[in-house]
């Protein structure tokens, strides 16, 4: 079974940039399409970001989609969403997953996940 975890959350101040990690046991990392996913207290977890098992396509929320960006280094086994511009709203638990089908925006298309790391924005 793949095994992820995330890194780099933490708590900063809006406007303020984050850099989030997530590491990928096993040999079939760079054939997943990984997405990065959120979930705010209270709320769904929601979609956030997503990029290709060859890094080809990406695909973003509208929320997020000139702010963040999803890259990935399959010799390392990583993928990244740098964030910048950060606001109150960005708040929440953040999620990395991998997928073995095309459908990047869908929560039941993904088949591993992380425990996820906590970003905090303060206003």
């Known amino acids: 079974q793949v095994q992820l975890v995330e890194s780099g959350g933490g708590l900063v101040q809006a406007g303020d940039s984050l850099r989030l990690s997530c590491a990928a046991s096993g040999r079939t990392f760079s054939t997943l399409g990984m997405g990065w996913f959120r979930q705010a207290p209270g709320k769904e977890r929601e979609f956030v970001a997503a990029i290709s098992w060859n890094g080809r396509s990406t695909y973003y929320a509208d929320s997020v989609k000139d702010r963040f960006t999803i890259s990935r280094d399959n010799a390392k086994d990583t993928v990244y969403l740098q964030m910048n511009s950060l606001k109150p709203e960005d708040t929440a638990v953040y999620y990395c997953?991998?997928?073995?089908?095309?459908?990047?925006?869908?929560?039941?298309?993904?088949?591993?996940w992380g425990q996820g790391t906590q970003v905090t924005v303060s206003s």
């Open positions: 997953a991998g997928t073995r089908t095309v459908v990047p925006r869908a929560k039941y298309a993904y088949d591993y």
